[in-house]
């Protein structure tokens, strides 16, 4: 048999300072299969190293979106144009962008001023004495309770389509029968 073939199989990495062999979700489940390229390898290496252990790593961890995607020049001059000293603004901006040429990261260095200068970019204004007004988000809405006012009748006539549903669409038995 020849061991070289023109396949090259990927998703292990063998250890022999710790004796382990690393594989990924997917060579794992593929070796699972009899007469995969994945399971003849998995045998033959714990053939010749039987007390070698396998270790599956588990798949890619989820990130959180950036809370600053969609953010570009662009939105950000969109922002400040609609402000009472937009052109005072963006006279800053303009500097402050002519200045993030020698850091590593310009945009970086242009967003963080950005939102030091307006942290409530992100909330809803509202509309207050003819001023755009941010308030800060206090987490969740809170809850009211309205009353609603049912007379005996209405109450009566729901239940009544209750009990006469079809027991045929449920598969149970008619209530109030």
Same mark, same amino acid.
């Given at each position: 048999m020849n061991n070289r073939e023109n396949t090259t199989i990927k998703g292990y990495k063998i250890n022999f300072t710790n004796n382990t062999i690393t594989v990924n979700y997917t060579f794992k489940k593929a070796s699972e299969e009899y007469g995969t390229p994945e399971y003849k390898l998995l045998k033959d290496v714990l053939a010749d190293f039987p007390a070698m252990t396998i270790i599956i790593?588990?798949?890619?961890? @989820? @990130?959180?979106?950036s809370k600053f995607k969609n953010l570009t020049y662009k939105k950000m001059? &969109?922002?400040?144009?609609?402000?009472? *000293?937009?052109?005072?603004?963006?006279?800053?901006?303009? !500097?402050?962008?002519?200045?993030?040429k020698g850091q590593s990261s310009p945009y970086k260095f242009v967003r963080d001023w950005?939102?030091?200068?307006?942290?409530?970019?992100?909330?809803?204004?509202?509309?207050?004495?003819? @001023?755009?007004?941010?308030?800060?988000?206090?987490?969740?809405?809170?809850?009211?309770?309205?009353?609603?006012?049912? !007379?005996? &009748? &209405?109450?009566?006539?729901? &239940?009544?389509?209750?009990?006469?549903?079809?027991?045929?669409? !449920?598969? *149970?038995? @008619?209530?109030?029968?």
């Open positions: 790593k588990s798949g890619r961890e @989820k @990130k959180a979106p001059r &969109e922002y400040i144009s609609v402000l009472d *000293n937009a052109e005072e603004m963006n006279a800053v901006m303009d !500097t402050i962008e002519i200045q993030s950005f939102m030091e200068q307006f942290p409530n970019y992100r909330n809803i204004p509202k509309l207050r004495n003819g @001023k755009l007004v941010y308030e800060k988000n206090e987490g969740k809405p809170k809850a009211r309770i309205i009353r609603i006012s049912v !007379t005996e &009748e &209405e109450t009566a006539a729901a &239940e009544k389509k209750v009990a006469d549903f079809p027991a045929s669409s !449920t598969g *149970n038995k @008619k209530v109030g029968a």
